[in-house]
């Protein structure tokens, strides 16, 4: 009897959470179906999500009711995604990864709500990104321990496939064989996000998830590109010819934005000073406001930008997500 209340009570909570997915466009693998219950893969996540489909396909959803930031509201509310509990680790982040903001995001009255609705989105998707860097490092790692002598070629093929997605071969010559500096520098790049950092510069980047850009392109974090399918600034200079980077969904521009800090030759010296601010294998207090003052070259303002970036973390309390980038781990965030 006990067992037939709990299986309506899954099934009640699986229709309202679907329902509400309709709105907003969310999308969890579909390892975790129908309300499974298994150990976090990470102490970072809960351990309950949803799969939106079966077969784990990719699912871009349109967002047409007008009280889908309400709506959107309610369902983070029903798995407890309290941001105070998070910062006092309380609670875990809910493992629910959203495809696109709700376009309506801006009519929310309160300016504080919606900066903790768009916080609330944002998480679980650095934490997502975060998650696939650390397992690459993972294998990096491993590889490394193997030794170079003893590597098959398929481990050789993949190690020079991750030389190739962090820009490493572009220090090398293309024929050069493998060798420990490569490993050294790509595990200087595959590294993760500070996640205050990343949450400052999408609210930068978008005016806290209101821009044309995010709305319309999924952009969350200004990334510029001269090929088709971006979108054009209105205030861009005459003779300019660069778009902003439009994308599928909302995960695909977080990974994005971590190839490029861990890839572009812009930022060596923040990777360079990212190490640093590791110690022990965790980021050192006030990490992420640290590395912004590295990050001048994001923008065109420069200075400023970084400016920017600070007072966002400072007036936001961003900093108190640090202990989430820490927590990540179960390798060496260090060499």
């Known amino acids: 009897m006990q067992r037939n209340k709990l299986n309506a009570y899954l099934t009640a909570i699986t229709i309202f959470l679907l329902s509400a997915s309709i709105l907003v466009g969310m999308f969890i693998p579909s390892s975790l179906f129908n309300l499974k219950f298994r ?129 490493v071969l572009s220090h090398y010559n293309a024929e050069s064989t493998l060798n420990i500096e490569m490993f050294d520098e790509l595990l200087l790049r595959a590294n993760i996000l500070p996640i205050p950092l990343a949450i400052a510069q999408a609210a930068v980047e978008t005016g806290w998830g209101t821009s044309r850009f995010a709305l319309d392109g999924n952009s969350l974090f200004g990334q510029w590109t001269w090929k088709k399918g971006g979108l054009a600034p209105s205030r861009r ?49 006030n990490a992420s406001s640290r590395l912004a003052t590295h990050l001048s070259s994001y923008s065109q303002e420069g200075a400023k930008y970084v400016e920017k970036i600070l007072k966002i973390i400072s007036i936001n309390k961003l900093a108190d997500f640090e202990l989430l980038s820490n927590e990540l781990r179960d390798v060496s965030l260090g060499r």
């Open 237 to 285: 200079e005459v003779g300019k010819e660069h778009l902003v980077k439009a994308f599928k969904n909302l995960r695909h521009s977080v990974e994005n934005y971590a190839q490029n800090l861990n890839s572009s030759a812009f930022y060596n010296r923040f990777r360079k000073a990212r190490l640093k601010l590791i110690k022990n294998d965790r980021y050192v207090n």
């Open 39 to 167: 150990p976090p893969e990470n102490p970072s996540l809960t351990r309950t999500t949803l799969s939106f489909d079966d077969q784990g396909s990719q699912k871009d959803l349109a967002i047409s009711k007008k009280d889908a930031p309400l709506a959107l509201i309610r369902l983070l509310g029903s798995f407890d995604f309290d941001l105070k509990k998070i910062k006092s680790r309380e609670s875990l982040v809910p493992n629910l990864i959203f495809w696109r903001l709700p376009h309506n995001l801006q009519e929310l009255s309160e300016v504080a709500i919606r900066k903790k609705l768009f916080i609330k989105i944002l998480l679980p998707l650095i934490i997502d990104r975060n998650m696939q860097i650390q397992k690459k490092r993972q294998q990096i790692f491993n590889l490394k321990n193997i030794g170079i002598p003893n590597l098959r070629n398929n481990q050789k093929d993949w190690i020079f496939e991750q030389l190739k997605y962090y820009k």
